[in-house]
């Protein structure tokens, strides 16, 4: 039953998730966390943390939420849901979408969209960092982090690694 | 620059596995690697309208790229063997690195605040790249109003992004074309 709850929902959410994982990221901690308790807000952070640090496309931490919650089949199912719809449409609406390039509409529906994206990324690191009670020492590692990856071009992994070394000795 | 689409559905899964194989900190500089640069499919100036086109579409902006590159030369059964092709490995990676993580977490708790620590950072990249995409937008008075409200309703407030998303979807479209964004 959970299975399926899951998979429903995860259909509903490929279909809203505007410029891919990061802006659904907010509504899927609030969901599995918040509303139906699947998981805890600490071990949200960690399978993020996973899903962030592994090769591969991020929504694979959908995955990670699956497998949690309904073992193999739930991974498997998670990842399916969260894709298929979101590929049908692509595979429909792809090329109709270019024909419009030029109209009027299409310019400012992609001008709509990049201030509502920017806020739900906003939103999703504000969440992460926030598991709970506001931590200090959460928030310190994600301002760092933030400061770092603006003020330089290195990786990323960099800045997760030494989250992870900052995490060890403030954390523990 | 010369371009040589992929001939058979074998090598457009063994490029897009490529692609999966080595995405360590982001998958989009390798898709690019391998699209472009390696097996020359396409060209940079078509790399980047499908990324621009993906990006605007729901749906992992990757793999939505994997069914729009795979449709254009194979139909449905390129849509599926390049998207399977990018998934699998990394797919399996992730379970296998998270398995492997609950396994020593239980009884570890230094690794478990290592863990959180890049989450916390994770966090991080992401405000650090909602920043750097904000900047663009900061000019316009409408722009730093919708994101400040749609911050308060999604990430402080913690309503539905059900309710959220369409409400400022349709607000900032609006606004769009009022010439205000």
Known sequence: ?172 | MQVSPPRSLGELFLGFLSIGARSFGGVMPWAHRVMVEERRWMTEADFAETIGLCQFLPGPNIGNASIVVGKRWFGVRGSLVAFLGLFALPFVWVLALFALYADFAATNPVLRAVVTGVGAAGAGLFIGTAIKLGRVLARRPAALALIAACFVAAGVARMSLFIVLPIALVLAYACARKGLL
């Open chain 1, 1 to 172: 039953m959970i299975l399926l709850e899951l998979t429903l929902y995860f259909m509903l959410l490929s279909l809203i998730s505007v410029a891919g994982m990061p802006s659904i990221l907010p509504e899927l901690q609030r969901y599995v966390v918040d509303v139906k308790g699947w998981i805890s807000p600490e071990e949200f952070i960690q399978i993020f943390a996973v899903g962030q640090a592994a090769p591969g496309p991020n929504i694979l931490i959908t995955s990670l939420i699956g497998w949690k919650v309904a073992g193999l089949g739930g991974a498997l199912a998670a990842l399916a849901a969260m894709c298929g719809p979101a590929a049908v449409l692509a595979w429909w609406v792809a090329e109709a979408w270019e024909r419009f390039k030029d109209k009027p509409w299409r310019i400012a529906a992609q001008r709509a969209m990049s201030p509502v994206v920017v806020a739900l990324i906003l939103s999703g690191g504000f969440i992460l960092a926030t598991p709970g009670a506001p931590d200090w020492r959460l928030w310190l590692i994600a301002a760092a982090s933030a400061t770092g990856m603006l003020a330089t071009k290195v990786s990323p992994l960099w800045f997760l690694a030494a989250g992870g070394a900052i995490g060890g000795f403030l954390l523990s």
